[in-house]
């Protein structure tokens, strides 16, 4: 079992950025795919980014490509989101995920974070 735990959102103006993080209990972390997801009010949630257990290989939706980074510290057993130029349609609820199967498939993703709230005000 891990438990997942995501701060760093926030309101900010449309261009600022911020920094997610994504804290992990356990030390089983580092076996773990992780990835980045998002549910804005009224629609489904979404890939955002995800990134492999050696932090090797990244993924991002094509929304995100170029402004969001994904990035993972195993030794501190925390996970990461860096967004850039934010946008209004960026305002959602992020959440982070775990999971020991492939990092591009959603149904992968076995633990979830209950995520932090993005608001980018325009």
């Known amino acids: 079992q891990v438990q997942l735990v995501e701060s760093g959102g926030g309101l900010v103006q449309a261009g600022d950025s911020l920094r997610l993080s994504c804290a992990a209990s356990?030390?089983?972390?580092?076996?773990?795919?992780m990835g980045w997801f998002r549910q804005a009010p009224g629609k489904e949630r979404e890939f955002v980014a995800a990134i492999s257990s050696s932090g090797s290989l990244t993924h991002y939706a094509n929304s995100v490509k170029g402004r969001f980074t994904i990035s993972r510290d195993n030794a501190k057993n925390t996970g990461y989101l860096q967004m850039n130029s934010l946008k209004p349609e960026d305002t959602a609820v992020y959440s982070c995920?775990?999971?020991?199967?492939?990092?591009?498939?959603?149904?992968?993703?076995?633990?979830w974070g209950q995520g932090t709230q993005v608001t980018v005000s325009s």
């Open positions: 356990g030390r089983t972390f580092s076996s773990y795919a």
């Open positions: 995920a775990v999971g020991s199967g492939s990092m591009y498939l959603i149904r992968e993703y076995k633990f």
